[in-house]
């Protein structure tokens, strides 16, 4: 395992647990306590975790990975949801994309939609994430728009009241959003609250909203709403969300696809 896929899969885990001890993240990854002992050390340096005697915990209270070390995780779920979500959308309709490692899956399943290769345009795409107008923007057949706003580090999204500006004067057919969490009582949330705001500005603009979240998301909260479960058209995830979970969102009035 290369140094950056354990330090992803080390982040991860300590995300996902809020501590780790160095034996048990060694036996984990099937790597030596040293190299675990090392790897701590460096993330410390750049301030990703705290150490602690014998191992490391979250650094700060509410923590948020990264984007660029969120890509390992429910990867072929991820894959799936997005070829499922590309599959909703229809030639030439706007479609809006939030930030996210699922959406970033779904504007790549929508560049190698055979047809979706020519048009005028084939889509129109509206988002708030760099790393989607990026990888879309080599793609002729696709109109990229993107809001403006100050960049967050973290999800490469544009933020703020000139990103408002943009989505003020636009419509769109669907917005595609990424989530941290879903739940049919709280909605769907994400960690920051203007990267919220922007997400739900792209819901109000849009005539059908579809939520792109892999099974792990569904049933939890996070600190800042985007929208009402009731104001999602669509939620795609995976194959292995509970019956009960679909039986929730179905009687809330969403079509749920699992894939």
């Known amino acids: 395992m290369s140094r950056d896929a354990r330090w992803k899969a080390l982040l991860e885990l300590l995300v996902e647990r809020g501590r780790l001890d160095v034996e048990e993240a060694a036996t984990d990854l099937e790597v030596s306590a040293a190299t675990i002992r090392r790897d701590f050390d460096q ?8 150490r602690t005697r014998g191992g490391a915990v979250v650094h700060g209270v509410s923590y948020e990975l990264p984007l660029r070390y ?12 997005a070829k499922a979500v590309a599959d ?3 030639p030439g309709e706007a479609v809006g ?4 490692t699922t959406t970033t899956e779904v504007a790549r399943a929508l560049a190698v939609r055979s047809d979706l290769t020519s048009g005028a345009p084939a889509l129109t795409i509206v988002t708030n994430a760099l790393n989607i107008a990026n990888e879309l923007a080599v793609r002729p057949q696709f109109k990229i728009v993107v809001t403006g706003g100050v960049a967050r580090p973290q999800s490469y999204e544009l933020i703020g009241p000139l990103a408002d500006g943009v989505l003020s004067q636009i419509t769109l057919d669907v917005a595609v959003l ?4 879903f739940d049919v009582t709280h909605g769907a949330a994400a960690h920051d609250e203007a990267e919220a705001a922007i997400n739900r500005l792209l819901c109000e603009r849009a005539e059908r909203v579809i939520v792109a979240a892999d099974s792990s998301k569904l049933g939890r909260r996070a600190f800042a709403r985007i929208c009402a479960a009731e104001s999602v058209n669509t939620l795609v995830t995976d194959a292995a969300v509970g019956p009960e979970t679909v039986r ?8 749920v696809v699992a894939v």
Do not use: D, N, S, Y
């Open 43 to 50: 993330l410390a340096e750049q301030q990703m975790l705290v």
């Open 70 to 81: 969120k890509t390992a995780r429910h990867a072929t779920e991820k894959q799936r949801i």
């Open 88 to 90: 909703l959308v229809a």
């Open 97 to 100: 994309l939030t930030g996210g």
């Open 178 to 181: 990424g989530v941290v969490a």
């Open 248 to 255: 929730r969102f179905e009687e809330a009035g969403l079509r």
